[in-house]
């Protein structure tokens, strides 16, 4: 269970607020619910904070999901291709996630309640080839704006060299840099991207001519592509 503080409370009361804010681990919460079902002073604590907080959620407007999400569900969990190929899919929001977790931190800062939550996941991905060519690790700094890139095997020397893209939700492809052909190589996201630098935002590498692309644009064949995933 997360440490916290709320002023005045005791550790009953600490549990029961946490239990109706949805905050608890999946045993903590087992628990709890075992002690509502045979702790009638306990139950009414919990009650207490439904009521508590029921003011808060019907204050939340409703967010209407962007178009495709669930089609993009469905093809995540049945294995169903969905519509828009390859990079479509890799562009799935996690935006359900996003709204409860919203919701969890408003409501604690309105009442007051101090958590020490464990460090979020770190981003990782695995950039591949549709073949057999050269593969990524990916890994995103706990900053936000550092990339280490590291090529699990060489790839062919010839006159071209690797040069990353993060490809946002509007499908353009932004230049993050060439990177090294063997060795980690490590990039700074600017500003501007890092807003963009999320789970489920997609990575790709392609062959370009000695000093990057001359377009700002992939010139040469994408060798690998994948998405950040919380690891």
Do not use: K, N
Not at 79 to 92: D, K, M, Q, V
Not at 138 to 147: F, H, I, P
Not at 151 to 173: C, E, H, N, R, Y
């Amino acid at each position: 269970m997360s440490e916290e503080r709320i002023d005045g409370a005791g550790p009953d009361d600490r549990l029961a607020g946490e239990y109706a804010l949805g905050v608890l681990d999946a045993a903590a919460r087992a628990a709890a619910e075992g002690r509502i079902g045979r702790d009638p002073a306990f139950a009414a604590l919990v009650a207490a904070w439904d009521e508590r907080l029921s003011p808060l959620v019907e204050e939340i407007p409703p967010v209407e999901a962007p178009a495709g999400t669930w089609q993009r569900i469905e093809g995540r969990l049945f294995g169903a291709a969905p519509e828009g190929g390859l990079l479509a899919s890799l562009a799935f929001w996690r935006w359900a996630a996003g709204a409860a977790a919203a919701l969890a931190v408003a409501s604690l800062v309105a009442l007051g309640v101090v958590l020490t939550l464990p460090a979020a996941p770190p981003l990782m991905a695995a950039l591949r080839a549709s073949d057999s060519g050269p593969v990524y690790l990916v890994r995103l700094a706990a900053d936000g704006r550092r990339l280490t890139i590291r090529p699990s095997s060489a790839a062919a020397g010839d006159d071209t060299v690797p040069q990353l893209w993060l490809i946002p939700a509007d499908g353009t492809p932004r230049s993050l840099g060439v990177i090294a052909e063997a060795g980690p190589s490590e990039v700074t996201i600017p500003a501007a991207l890092a807003a963009d630098v999320r789970p489920d935002a997609t990575l790709a590498v392609s062959r370009e001519p000695v000093g990057g692309s001359p377009t700002g644009q992939p010139t040469g064949p994408v060798v690998a592509v994948g998405s950040l995933e919380e690891g």
